[in-house]
């Protein structure tokens, strides 16, 4: 802070601020005689109150002589200026950093953090009056409201009334980034202002960096922290079921508070609605799962919803459930036809779900998406790196190796651990039996009763010697320890070594009872489940649709779940003609319609991470300095030069009051 | 006509009708409840009355008696000798005056002339004592015309003089007021109480009949606010700075709290005590010496 004075030649009136001191000495030095009857009375008083008296007239002197400086003082014409004030003549370009982001729409009072926001920015423009502005909107794409800060400070003013928060997580660093960007041409003083809640788990992590020469000021608008509960996923399993399939609808519910929660959870799925009721715990989180199925095949739209709480943006969450006629299982032989290639064959006809196609192992592994489960039947040990892709692209892998084959390569498949011996094929007259050695595993729930039987009933006369340190991860082995089955799951596919041979030739399997639904069983639960995401899209992207060949995009349109149609634009990408909506998404269902069908849905959920309404201090933000509104109202006063006239003169009448509640205050010194 | 400062003939005329004053201080206080020890100090004849049980067998005319054989008294115009002895403060705190236009010792001496006037005209006699730290004038009760005037020059020549001692001046004149009678004193009694009533008290239990008339300017009843003023006492000559609206309501407070000491004494000792202002008109004491 600095002191200038618009007068200086008048300082010299300084110096009369001594005259009430001046006046005090002549007045003691000199005062009118009066010839008095007595003094002796007046001896008497002075002795009485002079330890009163004496400390009460050097106040009521302290306080003339300062209310005589202040008043001199004011005729000298002080500014005070702020030491960080721009020099006179500098431009000053401002960037109002506004978060725009969906924990915005949390309610402070009666008024959003984002109408707070507006508010404060707008009240900040119109005070400080800055030569160019623009405002930054911290979304999903945060975009400003100028090319380049620009002198119309009512457009922007106009542009703060007009704007409303969005259901998106905000991309902090790209604000921030594209207001440095617009600042690096401005000349004189720069400023971003960044106005947010600061919500915890998005600032936390978020480094800024801003250079020296630009002032970083945060200006928070959120109370305080607000409980909230929210859906947090909403998943399925399997991901992509068939009809008829059970499927399990999970619903995780995390409360955001330091207090217990119950609430209830209603499961619209199909338009079959279920609900549950689900306690959670402080700052905790709770699942509920809802069983159902689905009759027909087709995208289903699945909704889940709370019963409203104080943030409303995240009460509802929604999936899509591709329901599928069949499971597409291509099996591959060595052989055109080979008897386990049969086997699956029949199996196929049984399970009327179940779509089974043979191919020759010279053909080309199948692209990935286009199957859901690959048998290879007598496995070499090649195409490792392939299937392995398949496999992390959601296709199942069953391989019964061949006698070429290799351990490394079954170990290098299923990540199994590493064993220094050969793969040998032995046979027994006699004949092996098997039993599940792993019961907890999902393919056998149904054989927990015992009405199936002994999924692996029957008498195995050829096998191969896996290593049995390989037991462990098998789900059913031989009497003697050799895995007959090895599952691993570690991907959202299955990957299964076969040494249970259902050759008629060399074993009996297939012609048990338990045979068919263990194989079901097995093949559902082998079912991929990677989430396709083709169907998701991020709140504040476009609505965006690469359309297949066969689809015209001059018929399509696009309608919200309120029936309501957005307008859409045709992009050629070098992929392909895309179609998107001109507007960013918000959180719903959308579904792309020709004429009154729907060929394709589409939804949009509330990002999770917003949920957290927690709110940190701008001060744990270690780039800036934190202010309030009056705070840069003032630090801009400053700046320009706060007139200390006003306030010298109060000072002044607040030192003739003081001086004279003092002079007139009595003591009772009798 | 009276030529005398201190009694101006307008004065004389009002006094006239003052006459119960007088005989208050005669009659009122003195008739029937203490015998005269002056026999006879009285000549002029008043009438002839039937003896009754208490009188004084003295009084008796016993010529009277041999001719008629009948007890007839004699009385005269005034039973006693009745003497009142005014006692004029001149100290120099007597001659402030502020707000008034007469100084307090020229406020005492119109009272003082005035009662004097009074009491001899109803043929009773009146003594004055001049004081300050001392008695300087002393001048018996007489109640001849003579003497009037001789008192009215005294005050008319009276100066204020120097520093006060009521107390003093008591002690002094007490070998010199040789009959009991009335004293009225007046002063600005800037003394301690203590001192001036230890001083009365032998006068007390001689069975004078004792008037104090405290005297004060207004400007000393509620000190004016000068501000900051250089106080110089007119009695000693000593110097003080104070700043008067600093000290107003304490001088208020001693001053209430100095009457109201003399007060509380006189009536313990059955002693009038009246405070009064320069600006009050010295007629109005006289209605306190009808009581």
Known sequence: ?????????????????????????????????????????????????????????????????????????????????????????????????????ASMAASENASSRFTIACDEAATILSEIEPDSANIIWINASPEAVFPAPGPNIDYLTKKLQEATHTPEKGSINAAIQLALDQLKKAKGEREIIVISDFQKAPWESTEIFIPESIKLTKLAVGEADLANIAITSLAAFPVSPVSGQNVAINAQIKNFSDQPKSTTVYLNAGGGRQSAQVEIPANGQAETEFITQFSHQGDIMVTASLSEDTYREDDQRHTIIPVREQLKLLSLNKKESSPQARVLHRLATALTWISHSSHSQTQKLPSIGTTDILFIHQ??????????????????????????????????????????????????????????????????????????????QGTFRKRFELPKAWSNASIINYNDGIPAIILNRKTSASRIIWNLSYDPAHSDWISQEPFVTFMAELLLSAQPSKTSMDNELISGSPLSWLLPENIDS??????????????????????????????????????????????????????????????????????????????????????????????????????????SLTASSKKNIS | MSNFKYLKPEDINKLRNYEFGAKALVEGYLSGRHRSKQRGSSTEFHEYRQYTPGDDPAMVDWRVFARSDKHYLKTFEQ??????????????????????????????????????????????????????????????????????????????????????????????????????????ILSDFFDEPKDIFQALNPYIHRGFRIHLFHILDPGEISI?????????????????????????????????????ALRSLAASRKVDYTLCATTESYFNLFDRLAH
């Open chain 1, 554 to 659: 001059n018929n399509l349109k696009l309608k919200n779940n309120k029936g309501e149609e957005l307008t859409t634009e045709i992009l050629n990408t070098t992929q392909g003609t895309s179609i998107q909506s001109t507007s960013p998404a918000t959180p719903g269902i959308y579904e792309w319609q020709t004429g009154s069908s729907t060929i394709k849905k589409h939804f949009v959920n509330f990002p999770a991470s917003e949920s957290d309404l927690t709110l940190i201090e701008p001060d744990d933000i270690p780039t800036g300095e934190s202010a309030k509104k009056d705070d840069i109202l003032r630090a801009e006063a400053l700046s320009q030069g706060v007139p200390m006239w006003p306030w010298l003169i109060g000072a002044t009448l607040i030192f003739l009051i003081a001086e």
């Open chain 2, 224 to 260: 004016t606010d000068h501000g900051m003023s250089k106080f110089n006492d007119m009695e000693t000559n000593e110097s003080l700075i104070v700043h008067t609206t600093n000290i107003k309501q304490a001088w208020e407070q001693e001053l209430a709290s100095h009457t109201q």
């Open chain 2, 79 to 184: 039973e006693t000798n009745m003497e009142c002895t005014i006692f004029v403060d001149s100290s120099a705190s007597m001659g402030y005056k502020e707000k008034a236009k007469l100084t307090k010792l020229e406020y005492a001496s119109f009272f003082a002339a005035c009662l004097a006037w009074l009491v001899t005209s109803k043929k009773d006699q009146v003594g004055l004592q001049i004081f300050d730290k001392d008695i300087r004038h002393h001048l018996p009760p007489a109640s001849t015309r003579k003497h009037l005037n001789t008192m009215l020059n005294l005050l008319e020549n009276n100066e204020p003089g120097s520093e006060t001692s009521l107390a003093e001046a008591l002690k002094r004149a007490q070998p010199l007021i040789k009959n009991k009678g009335t004293i009225v």
């Open chain 1, 1 to 101: 802070m600095s002191l200038f004075t618009n007068n200086p030649a008048l300082y010299w009136l300084l110096a009369l601020a001594a005259i009430p001191f001046i006046v005090h000495l002549i007045a003691r030095s000199n005062p009118p005689v009066h010839q008095f009857s007595s003094i002796a009375f007046l001896r008497k008083i002075i002795k009485k109150s002079s330890r009163y008296q004496k400390p009460k007239d050097r106040i009521v002197l302290l306080l003339r002589t300062l209310a005589a400086a202040a008043l001199l003082f004011a005729f000298v014409q002080p500014l005070l200026v702020s030491d960080k004030g721009s020099i006179g003549g500098d431009d000053k370009t401002v960037i109002f950093v506004i978060d725009q982001s």
């Open chain 1, 379 to 456: 496995w070499d040990g090649d195409n490792i790196e392939a299937l392995t892709k398949l496999a992390n692209n959601g296709t199942s892998i069953i391989v019964t190796p061949s006698t070429t084959c290799k351990l490394t390569a079954l170990q290098q498949l299923l990540d199994l651990a590493p064993v220094n011996s050969n793969l040998n094929l032995t046979s027994d007259p006699k004949g092996w039996k098997a039993a599940t050695s792993k019961e907890s595993s999902e393919v056998f729930s149904i054989f927990k009763s015992g009405e199936f039987g002994n999924p692996a």
